[in-house]
Every structure is written in structure tokens, then in C-alpha cells.
């Protein structure tokens, strides 16, 4: 039962989709996709291009399933 439990609320943690993130000066692209993996525990993550480190922009985060798409 315990493991059911687990697993169910792993499963509830999780994001799947598309993510549109203010990406500030002075971080790369690899900075926020770095960020992201560790807030959301998954290495199933991408980003929808890249920016310079000096602009300030929405960068597209793909994430587990949304990285398929």
C-alpha cells in the first residue's frame, strides 16, 4: 500500500506541458533549464531555442511530456 501511495503522489508532483519563463539578463538558456530540473526533480527538460546571456526575454521550457511535442 505504501508503494501505491508513494507512487501516486510522485505522480502528482509532476509537470508535464510547456512553460514560458522570463529569462533575466545575465543567465543562459542552460542556467534556467538548470534551475528548472532541480525545482522540478525531472531531467526530462528542454528549451524552445536559445537567447543571448544579455537579453532579457521568454524563453519556452518543455517539460517531460511537453519535450516529446
Given at each position: 500500500?505504501?508503494?501505491?501511495?508513494?507512487?501516486?503522489?510522485?505522480?502528482?508532483n509532476?509537470?508535464?506541458?510547456?512553460?514560458?519563463?522570463?529569462?533575466?539578463?545575465g543567465?543562459?538558456?542552460?542556467?534556467?533549464?538548470?534551475?528548472?530540473?532541480?525545482?522540478l526533480?525531472?531531467?526530462?527538460?528542454?528549451?524552445?531555442?536559445?537567447?543571448?546571456?544579455?537579453?532579457?526575454?521568454?524563453?519556452?521550457?518543455?517539460?517531460?511530456?511537453?519535450?516529446?511535442?
Amino acid at each position: 500500500m505504501t508503494r501505491v501511495v508513494t507512487h501516486e503522489l510522485e505522480r502528482a508532483n509532476q509537470m508535464d506541458g510547456i512553460i514560458n519563463i522570463k529569462k533575466e539578463a545575465g543567465m543562459t538558456s542552460h542556467d534556467v533549464v538548470f534551475k528548472l530540473r532541480k525545482i522540478l526533480g525531472t531531467k526530462k527538460i528542454g528549451h524552445g531555442g536559445t537567447l543571448d546571456p544579455d537579453v532579457v526575454g521568454v524563453i519556452p521550457i518543455a517539460v517531460v511530456q511537453g519535450a516529446r511535442f
